[in-house]
C-alpha cells in the first residue's frame, strides 16, 4: 500500500533519514542539477528530470580512497578506509537505476567482486522516483525501460499534487517507511499517480545492432564520425552506465593514500603507455571505442546495450556529437 | 582550526618560500649571511636563474604544500642578467598577483620584490616584513592541499 | 522571421559551393541542424549532397576555426564560416602559428548573436514547441499561447557580452556588418567579486569550482590552448593531480584562465559548453580588466599584428605590487 508524504513534510523527512547516515538526492545549483548530500538549506529538485549528471557517483565515486597510511620512520600505519554507513539514495529515476544494474554486472559480477562498489551497494537504501513529464532529451523507451517503474529500487516514489507517494518494494525499503511512519499520512489517494510517460525515439531501432557492429570495426563511417569531437571528457563523466576509473597515488614522507577517480576514454592519456605507444593515438579510435563498448563490446558480455536513453550527452555535448547520432550513422534506424 | 594555530601554544610558524633570482636577489640574501644580518628562519629560500623563470604553478604548489606565504624576489628593472627577465616578469606576476588575491588570497601572502646583489639589508628587511604580516594573518588554508602533511601542521617548524 | 534565415542560409550555400565545388577548396567547415530545432552542429562538408544540411541560423554556436588544426593535417585549403569571435579565434591561432592563412579560406558571417535554449525554455516554459523570429523580437510557441520578447534578452551569456560581432578577418563578408556594440555591463560580475573580501572570494570560488568534473572541455573548444602538450597531462613534473580536491581544481583553473591572459578572445566558448556552469569567463575576464588597468587597452584576436601584452614590456610598466 502506498503512503503519502505531504510536500510541507518533506524537508522534516529529509532531516530524519539525514540523521541516519548519507542522504543524497538531486540539489539545484544556479543552472545545473546534481545528485548532493542533504543539508539544511540546499534546494533539493524533484521535478527535474535529469540531472546533469548521473547519479553512479553514490556508488561509484568521482573520487574514492582505497588505502591511507600514515608513516612515522620505520613504522607504516594502514587507516581503514571502509565505511559502513548506510546510505540513502533518494529520487532516483528508472533509467538511472537500470544504469547502476549494468554497472553492478561490472563490478560485482566477477571473483572477486570490487570490495568498495559492494560494500556502498549493499549499504545504500534506493528511492527511486517515476518520471511524470520526461525531459525533450529522454528516450528510453529505445531500451524498453518503462519510466514510471524502477524493479530495482527498494521504495518506489510518485510525485502527485499533494506531494510523495511512497511504496515499499524490498526489505531495506520496509525499514526506511517504518522510520518514516510519523510523518506519512495513512489514507493516500492513487488516482492517476502514473502517466503514459511517452518519450521520443529518433526513429532508432537497435535490435540486432550488436551483432552487425562486431565486423564493423574498419567501417568508413567512423572516418566521419569523429570530426566534431573536440576530445572532452563530458560525455564519459555525464554518462550513468560509463564506469572507467584510475588509480593514483598521493603521498608524502608523513604519509599518503591510493585512491580512483573517474577516467575518461575520450583522453589521449586513457590508453597512453609507458613507452610512449598509444593504441588509440586519435579522436577517431578514441569514439569508435566509446560508441562500440557501449553499443557492442558491453551487449557481447552482457547481453544489452549499454545505454539507457537519459539522453544526457544529447543535452551536454557541446557540438551535438551524441549517442543518437552514432546509432543514427551505424544503421540502427527504423526501415520505412 | 586557524584560531587553534595561531595560539602561541601550538607553537605555529608561518612557512614562507622566497624564489630568489641566482644574481641579485639571492646574493642579496648571501650578503645578508656574511654581514651576519638576521633574518627569520621562516623562509626558505629557492635559487632560481631569474624572476622571469617563475612559472605560476610553482607558486600554486608551494600554497598547496603548506606554503604560508610565497615571495619572488628579482633584480631590479633594468638590472636583469638576462637584460630584459623581470620587466617579463613584472608584467606576468602582476597579473597572477591579481587573479590569487580575486580567487580570495590575502594580497600580504603573494609579494614581488626587486633586491639587488648588493641589498642585503633590505634583503632582510623585506624577509622580517613578510615574515611578521603572515604572523599576523596566521595559518594559510587557501589552496592548501588537505591531504599534505596535515599531522604536522601545528609541528611545522616548531 | 524564420523566413529570412533560410535566405541567409541560402546565400552561404550559394557562396560557398562555387568554392568547394570548383575545387578552390577540399573542406568547408559550417553547420547543420541536430536533432532538434535548438541545436545546430559542425558539418565537415566534402559535397554538393553534404553542403544540402548546412544552415546559418540562430544556434550555430560553435566556433568552427577550434578544427583547423587537426583538418588542416589532412585538407590542403579550407573554407571556415566564421563569426566574430570565431574569426578572432582565428586570429588567436594564427598568431600562434597554428594555421597558415593562406590555406584557408573565410567567409565571414556577422553575428546578431546565438540564443541559449536554457533561456528559451526559462521564459517560454519546458514544452516549448519552437520560436519565430521577426528583427530583433523572438516569438516563443508553446500549446498554450505564444510570447514575444526581445531576442538580446534571450542569447546566450557570452553573446551578451559580445562586442564584436563582425568577423575582423575574413576573404568574403556575407552580409552587412552590424558594427561594434558597447558593452557598459561586461566587467559587471567581474567587480562585484572584486567587492566582496577575501575570504567570501575564496569561499566563492571554492564552491563554484567544486562541480568541476575535469571533463576539460573548457580547454578543448579554447582557441587559446592549442598547446600540443597541457600541464595537466604532463608526467614529470606532475603539475596536476586527479583528485577533485579544491586545491587541485584551483590548480587547474588558476593556470587555465592564467595560459590566457592577453591571449583571451573573450569568446565565452569555455562557459558555454562547462556542463555544470562554472562562471569560467569571470576569471578570464578579471584578467582581461586587470591587463588593460596595468599596461593599456587590449583587445586578443583583434589584430594579429599587435603584440600582445604578456609578450612584451615597457621599462617604466607600473606593477601590482610595492616597487620601493
Known amino acids: 500500500m502506498k503512503k503519502l508524504l505531504l510536500k510541507e513534510k518533506w524537508p522534516e523527512l529529509w532531516a530524519l533519514l539525514a540523521h541516519e547516515g548519507p542522504l543524497y538526492l538531486p540539489v539545484e545549483e544556479g543552472s545545473v542539477v546534481l545528485y548532493q548530500l542533504w543539508q539544511e538549506g540546499v534546494k533539493v529538485n524533484l521535478e527535474a528530470v535529469n540531472s546533469t549528471v548521473s547519479p553512479k557517483d553514490i556508488f561509484l565515486p568521482r573520487e574514492e580512497t582505497y588505502l591511507r597510511y600514515s608513516c612515522q620512520g620505520e613504522m607504516l600505519d594502514l587507516e581503514d578506509v571502509e565505511s559502513d554507513e548506510p546510505i540513502i539514495a533518494f529520487a532516483l529515476h528508472p533509467c538511472d537505476l537500470k544504469a547502476i544494474e549494468m554497472i553492478d554486472r561490472v563490478f560485482l559480477n566477477q571473483d572477486p567482486p570490487d570490495a568498495l562498489y559492494k560494500k556502498r551497494r549493499e549499504n545504500t537504501t534506493v528511492v527511486a522516483l517515476a518520471c511524470r513529464q520526461p525531459d525533450p532529451y529522454c528516450f528510453c523507451g529505445v531500451f524498453g525501460i518503462d519510466p514510471t517503474d524502477a524493479p530495482g529500487a527498494d521504495v518506489m516514489a510518485y510525485l502527485t499534487e499533494k506531494g510523495l507517494l511512497l511504496e515499499e518494494q524490498t526489505a531495506k525499503g520496509k525499514i526506511l517507511l517504518e522510520k518514516a511512519a510519523p510523518l506519512l499520512e495513512v489514507e493516500a489517494d492513487e488516482t492517476n499517480i502514473t502517466v503514459d510517460v511517452k518519450t521520443q525515439d529518433f526513429g532508432l531501432q537497435v535490435e540486432g545492432l550488436p551483432e552487425d557492429l562486431q565486423e564493423r570495426f574498419n567501417d568508413p563511417v567512423w572516418d566521419d564520425l569523429f570530426r566534431s569531437c573536440l576530445g572532452c571528457g563530458i560525455c564519459t563523466y555525464v554518462c550513468p552506465t560509463c564506469y572507467c576509473f584510475d588509480v593514483e597515488d598521493y603521498g608524502h614522507e608523513e604519509g599518503g593514500e591510493r585512491f580512483r577517480c573517474w577516467d575518461s576514454c575520450m583522453f589521449g592519456h586513457f590508453t597512453q603507455m609507458a613507452g610512449g605507444h598509444n593504441p588509440r593515438p586519435s579522436r577517431k579510435e578514441r569514439v569508435r571505442q566509446r560508441f562500440m563498448h557501449k553499443l557492442c563490446y558491453y551487449p557481447e558480455t552482457y547481453g544489452e546495450i549499454a545505454c539507457v536513453g537519459c539522453g544526457r550527452c544529447l543535452r551536454s555535448c557541446p557540438v551535438n556529437l551524441d549517442i543518437v547520432q552514432a546509432i543514427k550513422a551505424l544503421g540502427g534506424e527504423k526501415v520505412g | 582550526m586557524s584560531a587553534a594555530l595561531n595560539d602561541p601554544a601550538t607553537g605555529w610558524e608561518p612557512l614562507i618560500v622566497a624564489f630568489c633570482c641566482n644574481w641579485c636577489s639571492y646574493a642579496g640574501g648571501d650578503l645578508a649571511g656574511t654581514s651576519r644580518m638576521n633574518y627569520p628562519a621562516n623562509v626558505k629560500v629557492i635559487r632560481v636563474p631569474c624572476s622571469g623563470r617563475i612559472n605560476p604553478m610553482f607558486i600554486l604548489r608551494a600554497f598547496q604544500r603548506g606554503a604560508d606565504g610565497v615571495l619572488v624576489a628579482g633584480c631590479h628593472p633594468g638590472d636583469c642578467h638576462y637584460s630584459t627577465g623581470n620587466y617579463h616578469s613584472r608584467r606576468r606576476l602582476s597579473a597572477f598577483k591579481r587573479i590569487l588575491e580575486f580567487v580570495g588570497l590575502e594580497p600580504e601572502r603573494f609579494e614581488v620584490r626587486w633586491i639587488s646583489a648588493s641589498e642585503g639589508d633590505k634583503f632582510a628587511e623585506e624577509m622580517e616584513a613578510m615574515t611578521g604580516k603572515i604572523k599576523a594573518l596566521g595559518p594559510n588554508r587557501k589552496m592548501r592541499d588537505a591531504r599534505w602533511k596535515s599531522k604536522s601542521l601545528s609541528k611545522q617548524l616548531k | 522571421m524564420e523566413e529570412q534565415i533560410s535566405e541567409q542560409t541560402v546565400k552561404v550555400k550559394k557562396a560557398v559551393s562555387q568554392d568547394l565545388l570548383g575545387g578552390r577548396i577540399d573542406l568547408l567547415l559550417g553547420w547543420e541542424k541536430g536533432h532538434y530545432w535548438w541545436q545546430s552542429r559542425p558539418l565537415f562538408a566534402r559535397s554538393e549532397k553534404d553542403l544540402e544540411r548546412l544552415v546559418w541560423d540562430s544556434f550555430c554556436a560553435v566556433n568552427l576555426s577550434r578544427y583547423l588544426q587537426d583538418e588542416l593535417k589532412e585538407n590542403k585549403k579550407i573554407g571556415v564560416l566564421v563569426k566574430g569571435c570565431d574569426a578572432r579565434a582565428f586570429n588567436r591561432l594564427l598568431q600562434d602559428r597554428i594555421v597558415e592563412r593562406e590555406r584557408v579560406i573565410l567567409y565571414g558571417l556577422p553575428c546578431p548573436g546565438m540564443l541559449d535554449y536554457a533561456r528559451l525554455t526559462e521564459e517560454g516554459g519546458s514544452d516549448l514547441e519552437g520560436i519565430i523570429e521577426q528583427d530583433g523580437t523572438v516569438i516563443l510557441q508553446t500549446k498554450e499561447e505564444n510570447k514575444e520578447m526581445p531576442r538580446e534578452e534571450l542569447l546566450l551569456a557570452r553573446c551578451r557580452n559580445c562586442m564584436h560581432p563582425d568577423p575582423v578577418v575574413y576573404d568574403q563578408m556575407l552580409f552587412t556588418p552590424l558594427g561594434d556594440r558597447e558593452r557598459p555591463e561586461h566587467f559587471k560580475a567581474v567587480e562585484e567579486l572584486e567587492r566582496l573580501s577575501a575570504d567570501e572570494r575564496y569561499t566563492y570560488w571554492e564552491k563554484e569550482l567544486s562541480r568541476c568534473l575535469r571533463c576539460y572541455a573548457c580547454r578543448q573548444v579554447c582557441p587559446y590552448c592549442s598547446c600540443l602538450e597541457c600541464f595537466v597531462e604532463q608526467k614529470s ?56 588597468e596595468l599596461y593599456g587597452h587590449y583587445e586578443a584576436g583583434l589584430d594579429p599584428e599587435q603584440e600582445p601584452p604578456l609578450l612584451t614590456y615597457r621599462p617604466d610598466d607600473p606593477a601590482a605590487f610595492s616597487e620601493k
Open chain 3, 237 to 292: 613534473p606532475r603539475w596536476q593531480g586527479r583528485a577533485y580536491q579544491p586545491s587541485e581544481n584551483f590548480m587547474f583553473h588558476l593556470v587555465r584562465a592564467y595560459h590566457g591572459t592577453g591571449r583571451c578572445i573573450d569568446c565565452g566558448e569555455c562557459e558555454r559548453v562547462c556542463p555544470v556552469g562554472i562562471p569560467l569567463m569571470e576569471l578570464n575576464r578579471k584578467l582581461i580588466k586587470d591587463i588593460n
